[in-house]
């Protein structure tokens, strides 16, 4: 059993981390919680039966005591991870923190090395790598199936109502105040086509843009708020009540809305907060559709799209080969391998568990936990890996912006 303290009680903190550790208790035990927010800074001391002195309200605060615990879950928003990490580092903790580690390259790079000079474990929550799903399509890859992988198509399908729910409304709709989408959203999908070529990206290109939730194409008689007399509120597929008050919307998005989750909190919190806000009146200037194409070493090419315009939230692989092909679609779980040789098509359905990210949030933490008590021997990722998905997805924002082919060797020396 590791002992954790936690910062940052929120939605991944509180309900995904945490609550592994509520339902594991011979596994992992919360020792002490710094969150601002008092409800949930006191819905964590109780689900975790925290004494006061456990408790404390900014991660400073609960760094002054020292070192609490064996390790430590910085799940913070995506500006605020740099400055606790180091701190954590600096007290020896080993880390869990959430993706991005930050919007700043020299920032990574900074928790990156941090990491060599403490020699503690920081593992970014790039939950992918730990999904049934992705880890069968390594074990084919590996395994050498489809010959030598020569070229990957990889899509990341927002979710419409996703896309209006984080990147339009909520968290994740200002790249100001959080970060580009492609780092936000996608550091997963630059993660685990690294993960899955095992070799290093060299160049990157990528075009995008916000151009749909726009003042300019807000439909006639919209309103500021879905809930206030909009006069497009029928027709229109990203209705704050479509999206939150129909029966099978998502529970977790309801309680980001209201705490509660209840429809009454929820029409509430809809009425004039930023989630019924009209789509078209947001301050979102992140993207809704973005393509990456990138060059690994040995001559392997990736193209990827990211886009939000998509009725499921998926993931869809279709990996060429030399011998084969391998396709899969996150969704339903099944990967079909195709061989060019015998002309035979095998289906393999992935067993994924009830957790988030199609079972990976839970074995997230089944490796974080097997990283502490092994003192870092065992680990599926590492700070360097991490780093290196990050500047890829930095890359691609350059490129975006700048119309021009990214070198990664030119970009990590910018930053060296
Ligand atoms: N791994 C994934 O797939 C995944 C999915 C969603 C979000 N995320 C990332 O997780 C992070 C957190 O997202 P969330 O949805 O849980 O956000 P959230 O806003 O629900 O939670 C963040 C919490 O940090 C607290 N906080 C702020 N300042 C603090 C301080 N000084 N000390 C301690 N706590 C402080 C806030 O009060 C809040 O409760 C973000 O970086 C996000 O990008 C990752």
């Not at 899955?196 to 300019?216: E, I, N, Y």
């Not at 509660?260 to 992140?286: F, I, K, M, W």
């Not at 680990?379 to 997805?393: G, K, R």
């Amino acid at each position: 059993m590791i002992t954790a303290v936690l910062v940052g009680a929120g939605q991944r903190g509180a309900q995904v981390y945490a609550d592994y550790a509520r339902l594991h208790p011979d596994e992992i035990k919360i020792v002490a919680v710094a969150e601002p927010d008092e409800r949930r800074r006191q819905w964590a001391a109780e689900q975790h039966g925290l004494s006061e002195h456990a408790v404390f309200t900014d991660w400073n605060e609960l760094f002054a005591k020292g070192k609490l615990a064996d390790s430590c879950m910085i799940c913070t928003q995506d500006r605020f991870h740099v400055e606790p990490v180091k701190k954590a580092f600096e007290l020896g903790y080993h880390i869990l923190c959430e993706k991005p580690m930050s919007p700043d390259p020299g920032e990574c790079l900074e928790m990156g090395r941090y990491a060599g000079k403490y020699k503690k474990t920081l593992t970014i929550c790039h939950v992918l790598r730990y999904s049934p799903f992705f880890t069968k399509i390594k074990e084919l890859l590996d395994g050498g199936v489809i010959g030598e992988p020569m070229s990957i198509q990889h899509m990341e399908c927002v979710g419409f109502w996703h896309q209006a729910h984080s990147f339009v409304r909520g968290n994740w709709r200002n790249a100001d105040e959080s970060s580009p989408m492609i780092l936000q959203k996608s550091c997963h999908d630059m993660d685990i086509l690294c993960w899955l070529v095992g070799r290093p990206c060299q160049a990157v290109s990528s075009f995008g843009s916000l151009s749909h939730f726009k003042a300019q194409n807000a439909p006639e008689g919209a309103a500021g708020f879905c809930m206030s007399g909009c006069k497009a509120e029928r027709s229109c597929p990203y209705s704050a009540s479509k999206i939150y008050l129909r029966d099978e919307g998502p529970e977790s998005f309801r309680k980001v809305v209201a705490q509660s989750g209840t429809r009454e909190d929820v029409r509430e919190a809809l009425a004039a907060g930023p989630y019924g806000r009209c789509v078209y009146q947001c301050d979102n200037n992140v993207v809704d559709h973005q393509v990456v194409n990138l060059l690994f070493e040995g001559g392997l090419t990736v193209s990827f799209t990211m886009c939000a315009f998509t009725p499921e939230i998926t993931r869809l692989i279709t990996i060429m080969g030399t011998r084969g092909q391998i396709t899969g679609n996150m969704l339903n779980n099944q990967i079909e391998v195709r061989d060019f040789l015998t002309g035979d098509k095998t289906i393999h359905q992935i067993r994924t568990g009830s957790s988030g990210h199609g079972g990976s949030d839970e074995r997230l933490m089944q490796g974080f936990i097997r990283t502490v008590e092994t003192d870092g021997a065992y680990s599926l990722s590492s700070a360097e890996a991490s780093v290196e998905s990050h500047l890829m997805a930095f890359a691609a924002e350059e490129s975006r912006l700048t119309g021009k082919t990214v070198y990664l060797d030119e970009y990590r020396a910018r930053f060296a």
